[in-house]
């Protein structure tokens, strides 16, 4: 066996790298039983739930229609933010970001890999997800397909800047309380109930929330077909302020 | 040139200063073992040269590189192995192993590493499941599978049972043939049986730099140490 160097050691090619660390990263996932229950199985509920019983009352439109965009965005905020604050919350205490930090992949190719391992596991959801809801009559407007990926799109940076910045800042305990606790607190504030079913000034600033504009914005999307304009402006503002806060106050050990 | 240079190195954390203006240096093709008491800026030291750490003042050289954002290409010539391991838990020693190899060109093979650090038989149990030394052996690996020119591990031996650690110290000793390897730890015999050059810290500062003989001056390592350190057996 030879662990002597080679003549010139070197990296992989960046783009294996990155596309490295995105499979390993989504593999961990896929296989990690609490990742699956927030990921798939909780939503997968939800959509299962909202459909079987009128309440809570969803607005104008098709309800199933309705609670398919909610539950869809529900999936992103649990792969975006819940689970990634989790695990990056427990990597940086198990040491584990130091150390890829310290081989080829490095800092940057830590975060390459956390978006393309975020987008895959949507991309996986939004196809599990897309298929159950179809089995209850789930017809998206067809226009609406476009916007609707943008707006998933957007609402995932959004949620994983919020989760590095959580995930970066405090203990990993508390990660793990605060970040279960805000899954939570979402689902009636814009994911799964619309914000215009919220009371009084509740309602706006639900909207003004990342949570209302994800799941508005899918709603208004998939639902009629619409381009969600101000809510994608509300999404680049918060992936824009956490993203910074979180490029500022981000510590990569414990 | 030296494949580790530290000259007038300072680290301060917060208002400790954890490294104060240490000077050393590491060549390719031998072992360097710095002891010290906990505290002394060991592990610091070698953070610094990992990229890990900023030094506050003076300079870390890794072949010639500062190692504080050095790009891939660099840090692809530099194997780690962290005090606290920095393993993935919630995957395979064996899933964790390739994926290191891929971040590499021409990486180690996974299977003959594993197999010489007898970590097959556990290889595809998740690391949380591993005992402490099963864990140690895994970020050893995973240390020494890109192949590196200069190997920096924080006590490779800790934990480990006596047949598990000549395992260790004979696979180190294969690896700097061809490398640099700068090892910590507080084990004098494994200081006594692997290095070629010894570095002693104490508060910071280096207090005892050379060959074996060299720092021993006719006594024995753990004399040495003491006199050299607390300046009392505790």
């Known amino acids: 066996m030879s662990t002597s160097p080679s003549e010139v050691a070197a990296p992989a090619s960046r783009t294996s790298r990155w596309l490295a660390q995105a499979r390993f990263e989504t593999a961990t996932t896929l296989r990690h039983g609490e990742q699956l229950l ?5 939503p997968a509920l939800a959509l299962v739930g909202l459909t079987l019983s009128d309440s809570p009352e969803l607005g104008a439109g098709r309800r199933i229609d309705l609670a398919t965009a909610g539950v869809l965005a529900l999936a992103v905020v649990s792969t975006a933010f819940t689970g990634q604050a989790i695990a990056t919350g427990f990597d940086r205490r198990h040491g584990v970001l130091r150390f890829l930090g310290a081989t080829p992949l490095g800092r940057e190719g830590l975060i390459a890999g956390k978006l393309g391992a975020v987008a895959l596991v949507v991309g996986v959801q939004l196809l599990l997800l897309g298929l159950l809801a179809a089995c209850f009559g789930w017809h998206p407007e067809p226009s609406g397909l476009v916007p609707a990926l943008v707006t998933v799109a957007l609402g995932a940076a959004a949620f994983l800047s919020l989760a590095m910045l959580l995930a970066g800042t405090v203990r990993a305990e508390a990660v793990l309380a605060l970040a279960n606790l805000a899954w939570v607190l979402l689902l009636g504030l814009g994911i799964l109930l619309p914000t215009d079913r919220l009371p009084g000034a509740l309602a706006s600033i639900a909207g003004l929330l990342p949570s209302g504009a994800l799941g508005d914005g899918l709603r208004a999307a998939l639902v009629h077909g619409q381009w969600p304009l101000a809510q994608w402006l509300v999404l680049l503002v918060w992936t824009g302020v956490a993203g910074s806060a979180a490029a500022r106050w981000f510590h990569w050990s414990d | 040139m030296s494949a580790v240079e530290v000259v007038g190195l300072r680290r301060d954390v917060g208002a400790v200063r954890a490294v104060d203006d240490a000077s050393w240096s590491a060549q390719s093709g031998a072992v360097t073992a710095v002891l010290g008491p906990n ?20 300079t870390a050289r890794v072949l010639g590189v500062d190692p504080w954002r050095a790009p891939a290409e660099h840090r692809a010539r530099i194997g780690v192995m962290l005090q606290d391991g920095g393993l993935p838990v919630s995957t395979t020693a064996r899933r964790l192993l390739r994926h290191v190899a891929r971040l590499h060109r021409f990486p180690a093979d996974v299977t003959t590493l594993m ?17 402490g030394g ?23 031996t800790a934990g480990l049972d006596p047949h598990a650690r000549l395992e260790v110290w004979d696979l180190v000793r294969e690896t700097a043939q061809s490398a640099a390897v700068v090892v910590t730890t507080h084990s ?26 060299e720092v021993c001056d006719g006594r024995s390592l753990e004399e040495r140490y003491f006199s050299l350190t607390r300046g009392v057996r505790r």
């Open chain 1, 38 to 42: 927030v990921a798939i199985v909780l």
């Open chain 2, 39 to 58: 505290g002394a800026g060991k592990t610091t030291t070698m953070e610094c040269l990992e990229g890990l750490q900023r030094p506050t003042a003076g």
């Open chain 2, 115 to 131: 197999t010489r650090l007898d970590l097959e038989r556990v290889g595809d149990r998740s690391v949380r499941r591993l005992s």
């Open chain 2, 134 to 156: 099963e864990r140690q052996r895994v970020a050893l690996a995973a240390a020494l599978v890109g192949r590196p020119e200069v190997a920096f591990l924080d006590e490779p």
């Open chain 2, 188 to 213: 004098f015999e494994e200081a006594e049986r692997l290095a070629d050059h010894v570095v002693i810290m104490n508060l910071g500062r280096v207090v005892a730099e050379g060959s074996l003989a």
